[in-house]
């Protein structure tokens, strides 16, 4: 896509925060070779989200949570309710990856946390408190927006507000 080297576009990218009693959902992308997306390869990330596609479109749901949840679904098998709720935005103009992109902020509360990883995306995950997210060896890994996320998860989340 010439979108995705061009920073006069940003893509819209839905991008949750899928937390489980009071713990954050953190992944590994999978290495150069097998991530499509090539510069976020071998990334730790708290946030799930992709491209909006046209099988998005659903005449009884925004595009933007039609798409969330087909993200959650393709990359964690994840099919049961969800209570979602947007949280900001991320305009970060750092790295490439970064210039063409543009991200709407959600938090995922979930019930259960079996999860099937259906693609090669992701190596493993699990949910951690942000302390174990914030400790130098996990923060020093993370994508830059999961970078930006945790920097700002008190206010995401509202915890203590």
Known sequence: LPAENDPSYQQIIPYVIVTHQGKIFLYERAPPGVNTEERLASKLSIGLGGHIEPIDEDEEENIVLSSLKREMQEELGYFEELAITHR?????MELDVDKVHFGLVFVAEIKEHSFVFNNDEIV????????????????????????????????????GI
């Open 88 to 92: 900001g935005y991320i305009n970060f």
């Open 124 to 159: 493993h995950g699990s949910f951690k408190t942000i302390e174990e997210i914030s400790s130098v060896e996990t923060y020093d890994r993370l994508e830059n927006w999961s970078k930006v996320l945790v920097d700002n998860i008190h206010k995401i989340l509202q915890i």
